[in-house]
């Protein structure tokens, strides 16, 4: 099993240089490789998952481990919270690339968009399964810099601006999570996440600790769009083609963004009460702030973006709530209860929010109009679309029997058994907005048919575009499964206990 891992970065990336090569020899190539390279992956990071349980893998690149017994070569490590992400990333780019096959025909150079497609994949593999800071740096800006160039694919004016935002405020994230690295390799003279962890738990100074954390936080709180870091958001992911705005939200901002807090914050530091109330409140203001922002929009897909700003809030406060509750040492079953709240939100947003995007693609791609003043009365002539944005609206909102019901309960829960009163009360106000807005969604989108309107030349969207948004709402009921006990354990406990555990992922790398 080990030999697959450099596989998830190995084999993107050299369908991207094919794409380029071959796609301009061999008509159609694109079209038909790109999608059998992400089916792969996808069935790669299922067999990985299964195979996985409670244990880890590492891997290190030729060979290179330890000299002179400190790691210096390039570790890749696989374990359940890694393995957890690697098939959500391939999962949701599987979809959204197949969707891709209709939707990206309005383009040009759908070459460049499937080799960039590749790219970001590559990217965000690479992130999850990197051992170490420096060449988890390097994904991270293969990932971004790919997402840059995705979201101006369309080349109009709104789409350059957005992406200029997007490039500028990146790179600000970079800086600041490049300055952090250097200055952790500076104090510990390792890059290896576990070897930091193990450096820093043997002394250190509490400003330069609290500095470097401050850094990070502001660093992957922008990759992350986290409220007050959002300002890129809304403009990339509303101005990018609607396949890569389900990229966005649905995955990338938590593989290059939550994934890493949560690594970094759970994994390689010790825990601190200040930074996780800092974490907590953060995520909170996002969720109130995010929720609001979105029930004044009327563009779709802008209305989509600021619900993941709260949906995201809710995830980072759902992690704050356990790391506070570790920090202190106490109540540790809720601890996990909170986590696997958190983690199981985190899956569940991935699948609605990208079937959301899918469905606000699929509008546009019919009505030319992002705007839900001007559409109307569609749910008789778009019937696919229609039904499949009701799941996921019921889902996101929360309401039973869709996924997203039982990962708000289970966090609102934890919120209570930790008396955290105040942020229990929040997540239900907030959910409650959230339905006030997909229901306007709702109603403004299928519903409510202006006078006068012809829906005579509007038809539902082909086959590619309707199987993917079919196949993520069957999603949003079927990961309603992981609220049983017996399926939670199988599915989301390695994850949960690598986060608990938090010396494991060390000790585990290091053999101490």
């Known amino acids: 099993m080990d030999a697959l891992i450099p596989l998830f970065v190995a084999i993107p990336l050299i369908s991207a240089f094919l794409i380029m090569l071959l796609g301009k020899l061999?008509?159609?190539?694109?079209?038909?490789?790109?999608?059998?390279?992400?089916?792969?992956?996808?069935?790669?990071?299922?067999?990985?998952?299964?195979?996985?349980?409670?244990?880890?893998?590492?891997?290190?690149?030729?060979?290179?481990?330890?000299?002179?017994?400190?790691?210096?070569?390039?570790?890749?490590?696989?374990?359940?919270?890694?393995?957890?992400?690697?098939?959500?990333?391939?999962?949701?780019?599987?979809?959204?690339?197949?969707?891709?096959?209709?939707?990206?025909?309005?383009?040009?150079?759908?070459?460049?968009?499937?080799?960039?497609?590749?790219?970001?994949?590559?990217?965000?593999?690479?992130?999850?399964?990197?051992?170490?800071?420096?060449?988890?740096?390097?994904?991270?800006?293969?990932?971004?810099?790919?997402?840059?160039?995705?979201?101006?694919?369309?080349?109009?004016?709104?789409?350059?601006?957005?992406?200029?935002?997007?490039?500028?405020?990146?790179?600000?994230?970079?800086?600041?999570?490049?300055?952090?690295?250097?200055?952790?390799?500076?104090?510990?003279?390792?890059?290896?996440?576990?070897?930091?962890?193990?450096?820093?738990?043997?002394g250190y100074s509490k400003p330069f600790y609290i500095f470097i954390q401050v850094l990070l936080i502001s660093g992957f709180g922008l990759k992350a769009a986290i409220i007050p870091f959002h300002a890129w958001l809304p403009d990339a992911h509303s101005s990018a083609p609607s396949p890569i705005s389900a990229m966005l939200s649905g995955v990338l901002i938590k593989a290059v963004g939550i994934y890493v807090l949560?690594?970094?914050?759970?994994?390689?530091?010790?825990?601190?009460?200040?930074?996780?109330?800092?974490?907590?409140?953060l995520g909170t203001v996002s969720m109130v702030i995010g929720a609001l922002l979105a029930l004044i929009q009327w563009d779709v897909k802008r209305l989509l973006a600021y619900s993941s700003i709260s949906q995201i809030g809710l995830v980072v406060m759902a992690f704050g709530m356990g790391m506070i509750l570790l920090a202190k040492g106490d109540n540790l079953p809720v601890a996990s209860l909170a986590i696997a709240g958190g983690l199981y939100h985190l899956v569940n947003h991935a699948v609605f929010k990208g079937l959301l995007f899918l469905n606000a693609g699929a509008l546009e791609h019919r009505l030319d109009t992002r705007d839900l003043k001007k559409m109307g009365g569609l749910a008789p002539v778009m019937p696919v679309t229609s039904s499949t944005s009701f799941m996921a609206s019921m889902s996101i909102s929360g309401i039973p029997p869709f996924n997203g019901f039982f990962s708000k309960l289970i966090i609102i829960i934890a919120a209570i058994n930790g008396k955290f009163y105040l942020l229990a009360t929040l997540a239900v106000v907030v959910s409650i907005v959230t339905l006030a807005y997909f229901l306007k969604f709702q109603r403004f989108a299928f519903f409510n048919k202006s006078p006068g309107k012809s829906l005579e030349k509007i038809k539902e969207v082909p086959f590619p575009m309707s199987f993917s948004m079919v196949f993520l709402a069957i999603l949003c009921l079927a990961l309603s499964l992981l609220a049983f006990p017996s399926i939670n354990d199988a599915v989301l406990r390695p994850a949960i206990n690598v986060l608990m555990q938090s010396d494991l992922y060390s000790t585990t790398i290091l053999g101490l």
């Open 262 to 281: 949560i690594r970094l914050f759970f994994n390689m530091f010790v825990f601190s009460h200040e930074i996780a109330v800092v974490i907590t409140v």
């Open 26 to 202: 061999v008509k159609g190539f694109h079209r038909y490789f790109a999608p059998l390279t992400l089916l792969a992956l996808l069935v790669m990071a299922v067999y990985e998952f299964s195979g996985l349980g409670t244990s880890s893998i590492q891997y290190t690149m030729g060979g290179w481990a330890y000299e002179g017994g400190f790691p210096v070569g390039i570790f890749m490590v696989l374990d359940g919270f890694s393995a957890l992400m690697l098939c959500i990333i391939n999962l949701i780019g599987f979809i959204a690339l197949f969707y891709s096959l209709s939707y990206i025909r309005k383009y040009t150079a759908e070459g460049n968009y499937y080799a960039l497609f590749c790219l970001i994949i590559a990217g965000m593999n690479g992130v999850v399964l990197s051992g170490d800071l420096f060449n988890l740096f390097v994904f991270l800006e293969v990932s971004v810099i790919s997402s840059y160039a995705l979201v101006a694919f369309g080349v109009g004016k709104t789409e350059l601006e957005a992406s200029f935002k997007y490039q500028v405020l990146g790179g600000l994230a970079s800086m600041l999570i490049l300055l952090a690295i250097g200055l952790i390799y500076w104090k510990t003279k390792t890059l290896n996440i576990a070897d930091v962890r193990n450096v820093l738990d043997s």
